[in-house]
């Protein structure tokens, strides 16, 4: 069984890492693509997330996750399997 590894981060770093995947935060604080920032972001389940509710990208690919608890057991769930 996998472990599950918490890790948490401030806003500096929650910056550091979206600028690293070429994402920017745009002026209503939705999460955009840096290259073109009127296309938000989505979720799995579709919806845009804001930079308050971005807990993080999923490996192998550009999946954000929000800081809702349902989207962390989610990804918790996924995680240790």
């Given at each position: 069984?996998?472990?599950l590894?918490?890790?948490?981060?401030?806003?500096?770093?929650r910056?550091?890492?979206l600028?690293?995947f070429?994402?920017?935060?745009?002026?209503?604080?939705?999460v955009?693509?840096?290259?073109d920032?009127?296309?938000?972001?989505?979720t799995?389940?579709?919806?845009?997330?804001r930079?308050?509710?971005?807990?993080?990208?999923?490996?192998?690919?550009?999946?954000?996750?929000?800081?809702?608890?349902?989207?962390?057991?989610?990804?918790?769930?996924?995680?240790?399997?």
């Amino acid at each position: 069984m996998a472990k599950l590894k918490i890790v948490s981060f401030n806003d500096g770093a929650r910056s550091f890492i979206l600028e690293s995947f070429g994402k920017v935060v745009d002026k209503e604080n939705y999460v955009v693509e840096m290259s073109d920032p009127s296309q938000r972001v989505l979720t799995p389940d579709g919806d845009e997330i804001r930079f308050d509710q971005f807990a993080g990208i999923k490996k192998g690919s550009e999946v954000f996750i929000k800081s809702d608890i349902v989207s962390l057991v989610r990804l918790a769930g996924e995680l240790v399997k």
